[in-house]
């Protein structure tokens, strides 16, 4: 039997893979190594700045173009994104949502700003997303459909929307969510922030079902602040386009809004910095793929601990890497992560679980066993594109 890699061992191996030129050594820093300069500069003279703009329109194409679905919508942040695409969905005051505990803050806060309740469900080891089986037994247990509608029986409410989460890049199992989903007529929403890029099924995130993207600045490109909504439905999109944009009725000058809207609109600048940031994309996945296997190589020397590897039949972008440890005591975390950074490698915990939080403690949850457990045991390491270009 063997013991766990201890913090010191940990810490060399990071040094192996990323060197020792850059300290600090940082979880994700952009790169801005194509036009962005040039793209900003020209939005600056030509006095587009704001929110149209020929950036903002290319960038729209672009982000569908890459995902290969037909429409895209890009917001100010990914936050405001998901309210907006739950909001066209037609999701509201005393509607639930399923969503995993295990995200990033954010997830939960958009469903509670569409008036909605976040319903916390389990995740599954092998993709840290959503975990179908546990879902499905659970949905049979609590829920009900009656008139196409799937009720919770427990509190009574409808539940709307299943949002799947693709943490740190690794797509979830989406085929087996999706057929949960029609299962009990539930709309899909994929909280696709951390994962431009991947694919499961060979089919890129985005393409089949309505999914959301960030770009702030620790995703794996950057508008500096901003979001995107994509999806396939042509009325879908009039609908978002149209919440984002105060609900103003397109007129050469006349200011007529037929409902109470948001101004989502991602500004013409940020849409440059995006468009040059797209066209790097491909090879920055490339360049992260490559440190990912590193990290791998190194790491398997390591006893104890495992670097996460892309679920079968998807391909990562691996956005952020990430440490598995196989058991860990309750202080392996707070040991490990405090020798990292007494050496500046500013390695960060997974999220600490939504429905532990104070204003979500109370929130419909089904049994999160895994959630639990995976908190304890996941550190991301460091993850910058400059690191894995050596590597290409
Ligand atoms: C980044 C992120 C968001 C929110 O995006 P912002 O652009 O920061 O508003 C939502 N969910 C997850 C899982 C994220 O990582």
């Not at 919508?73 to 909001?87: E, P, Q, Y």
Request: hydrophobic share 40%.
């Amino acid at each position: 039997m063997t013991s766990t890699a201890t913090p010191s061992d940990i810490l060399a191996a990071i040094k192996a893979v990323c060197g020792d030129e850059k300290s600090p050594l940082v979880l994700h820093e952009p790169l801005f190594s194509g036009n962005e300069g040039d793209y900003v500069k020209s939005c600056i003279d030509d006095g587009w700045v704001s929110s149209v703009g020929a950036f903002v329109d290319r960038f729209e194409k672009d982000i569908a173009a890459f995902c290969g679905a037909p429409h895209a919508v890009v917001t100010v942040n990914g936050t405001c994104a998901i309210h907006a695409a739950l909001t066209a969905l037609g999701v509201g005051a005393g509607d639930e949502v399923l969503i995993p505990s295990l995200s990033f803050v954010a997830t939960a806060n958009a469903v509670v700003h569409a008036g909605a309740i976040p319903h916390f469900v389990d995740v599954e080891e092998i993709s840290l997303g959503i975990d179908p089986r546990a879902l499905n037994a659970y949905l049979k247990e609590i829920a009900v459909i009656k008139d196409g509608q799937t009720i919770n029986k427990t509190t009574n409410r409808p539940i709307k929307v299943l949002m799947p989460v693709h943490v740190f890049g690794h797509p979830c199992q989406m085929d087996k969510l999706a057929q949960i989903a029609q299962e009990w007529n539930l709309s899909i929403v994929e909280d696709a922030t951390e994962a431009l890029g991947s694919t499961a099924q060979q089919t890129p995130v985005g393409k089949n079902h309505m999914a959301v993207f960030s770009f702030n600045g620790n995703k794996i490109i950057t508008t500096g602040g901003g979001g995107a909504i994509v999806t396939q439905d042509e009325q879908l999109h009039h609908r978002i386009k149209h919440l984002t944009t105060t609900a103003k009725q397109p007129h050469k000058w006349a200011f007529y809004h037929d409902e109470v809207a948001f101004n989502y609109r991602m500004p013409n600048l940020n849409a440059a910095l995006g468009c040059a940031q797209l066209e790097k994309l491909p090879e920055y996945i490339t360049a992260k793929r490559a440190l990912a296997k590193k990290y791998i190589d190194i790491f398997s020397k390591l006893s104890g601990v495992t670097i996460m590897q892309e679920p079968e039949n998807t391909r990562s972008n691996y956005w952020l890497v990430t440490l598995l440890a196989d058991t860990a005591t309750d202080t392996w975390l707070e040991e490990t992560l405090t020798h990292l950074h007494e050496h500046k490698v500013f390695c960060r915990p997974i999220w600490q679980p939504i429905h532990t939080l104070p204003m979500y403690s109370k929130n419909p949850s089904a049994p999160l066993p895994r959630t639990t457990d995976l908190a304890k045991r996941i550190i991301n390491l460091p993850s910058s594109v400059c690191l894995g270009q050596k590597y290409v």
